[in-house]
C-alpha cells in the first residue's frame, strides 16, 4: 500500500511539474509572439496608399538622405499667419488630412500635413519611432528651408499616435504652439492596459514616452479629450496636462476616440484656429 501512495505522488508530482513546464512554455512563446508582432500591432496603416486630393494645395515630395521619397500636403498660409503641422492618427494615411486641411486654412492659415514612414504614400519605408520622428524632422525642414515657413509660425497639432510625434518635435525646437487631441502618456502605458498580463514594460520598442518629455515643453499647449475615450483614457490626456509647464485641457463630455470632430463641429474648430492663429506675429 505504502508503494502504491508513493507511486502516486510521484506521478501527481510528474503531472502538476509537466503542466507548469507547459504553462511556462506557452506564455513564453506569448511573450515572444507579441515582441514580434508588436509593430504590426502599433502601427495598423490603411491598406492601399491614396494620393491628397490637391485641390487647394500640392502634394510635395522630397528626398532623404537615404534616397527615400518623403510626402506631405502643403496648403500656404496668407500674409504671414502661421501654418499647422498636421500629425495624424493611426489607421490613416495623408490623402485623409485633406479635410482638416481645409478646416484650417478657411480663414487664412497654412496647413502642411505629414506622412509617416510605412504609411500611405511612404509604405515603403519602416515604420519605427526613430523613422517616425526622423521623417518628421525632415519634413519640418523642408517647410523652414524649402517653402519659407519659419519655426515661430509652425503650429504643432497631433492626434492621438500625432501627439508622440508633435511633442518630440517640439522638444527638438520646432513650433511656436502646440494642438494635441487625444494625447497619451507613452505607449508602454497603452501597452499595459491592452496586456497586463505580459511584461510590457520590458517588451515594447516603440515607446513614444511623452510623460516624460512633458517637462520639456515650454510652448503653449491647448489638449481636447473625450471623457469616454476607451482608446487614450482621458486619464492619460488629464496627466500629460499635469506635467506640461503650459497648457490648456478642455474634456468633451460623452464624446470617444474617434468622434471628436464630429461631435465637437463648429466650435471645436474655431477653439482649434483661434489658437492657432494667435501665433501669428509680426
Excluded at 71 to 78: F, G, I, L, S
Aim: proline fraction near 5%; glycine fraction near 8%.
Amino acid at each position: 500500500m505504502r508503494n502504491l501512495w508513493a507511486n502516486m505522488r510521484s506521478r501527481l508530482r510528474l503531472a502538476v511539474t509537466t503542466l507548469a513546464a507547459s504553462l511556462v512554455g506557452i506564455y513564453l512563446l506569448l511573450i515572444a509572439a507579441a515582441f514580434a508582432a508588436q509593430r504590426s500591432m502599433m502601427y495598423p496603416a490603411p491598406r492601399g496608399a491614396e494620393s491628397p486630393q490637391c485641390t487647394n494645395g500640392t502634394l510635395v515630395t522630397f528626398t532623404s538622405p537615404d534616397q527615400r521619397s518623403l510626402h506631405a500636403y502643403h496648403v500656404p498660409a496668407r500674409d504671414q499667419n502661421p501654418t499647422v503641422v498636421i500629425f495624424h492618427g493611426n489607421a490613416e494615411q495623408l490623402a485623409d488630412q485633406t479635410a482638416l486641411a481645409l478646416e484650417f486654412t478657411a480663414d487664412g492659415l497654412g496647413a502642411f500635413a505629414i506622412e509617416y514612414p510605412g504609411y500611405g504614400l511612404s509604405s515603403k519605408s519602416k515604420t519605427t519611432e526613430a523613422n517616425v520622428y526622423a521623417d518628421a524632422q525632415l519634413a519640418l525642414e523642408h517647410l523652414e528651408k524649402k517653402l519659407g515657413v519659419e519655426r515661430k509660425r509652425m503650429v504643432l497639432f497631433g492626434r492621438s499616435l500625432g501627439t508622440g510625434v508633435a511633442i518630440e518635435m517640439a522638444r527638438r525646437g520646432f513650433g511656436s504652439r502646440i494642438i494635441l487631441i487625444s494625447a497619451y502618456t507613452s505607449m508602454v502605458e497603452l501597452a499595459e492596459r491592452t496586456a497586463p498580463f505580459l511584461p510590457t514594460r520590458w517588451l515594447v520598442l516603440d515607446r513614444y514616452d511623452t510623460l516624460a518629455k512633458a517637462s520639456e515643453i515650454h510652448q503653449p499647449v491647448l489638449l481636447i479629450h473625450g471623457n469616454r475615450d476607451n482608446v487614450v483614457p482621458a486619464e492619460m490626456g488629464k496627466r500629460v496636462a499635469s506635467r506640461l509647464p503650459t497648457a490648456e485641457l478642455h474634456l468633451l463630455d460623452g464624446v470617444g476616440h474617434n468622434d471628436i470632430f464630429a461631435f465637437g463641429g463648429d466650435a471645436l474648430m474655431h477653439k482649434l484656429t483661434s489658437f492657432a492663429a494667435t501665433t501669428a506675429l509680426p
